[in-house]
């Protein structure tokens, strides 16, 4: 059974930074990824790192400001979050996927996180 398990969200000024933390029980089977939830707004798939080849993907409106990464030993992945605007506010979800390419759907996601870009 695929479990994941964010944290990090939180309430942060434009500008600044988060991090972002997925626990998952699939890392060795799927990529794994983000997608975002944002009231009023389209579901928006955010980054991807694959399972074997750590090919990673990152939607235009976060590339540069968002760095995808994972780590095997502690069945972690970590979406580094720079330069937060407004329109990063959402709820984060950590997400498996059959690879990383663009128009993949996720398959299994936890319960979210919220992260709140304000001043």
């Known amino acids: 059974q695929v479990q994941l398990v964010e944290s990090g969200g939180d309430l942060v000024q434009p500008g600044g930074s988060l991090r972002l933390s997925c626990a998952d029980s699939?890392?060795?089977?799927?990529?794994i990824g983000w997608f975002r939830q944002a009231p009023g707004k389209e579901h928006e798939k955010v980054s991807c790192?694959?399972?074997?080849?750590?090919?990673?993907y990152y939607a235009d409106s976060v590339k540069g400001r968002f760095t995808i990464s994972k780590d095997i030993r502690k069945r972690m992945v970590y979406l580094h979050m720079n330069s937060l605007k407004v329109e990063d506010t959402a709820v984060y979800y950590c997400?498996?996927?059959?690879?990383?390419?663009?128009?993949?759907?996720?398959?299994?996601w936890g319960q979210g996180t919220q992260v709140t870009v304000s001043s």
């Open positions: 997400a498996t996927y059959g690879n990383c390419a663009p128009d993949t759907v996720e398959r299994h």
């Open positions: 699939a890392l060795d089977f799927y990529a």
């Open positions: 790192i694959g399972s074997s080849d750590s090919s990673t």
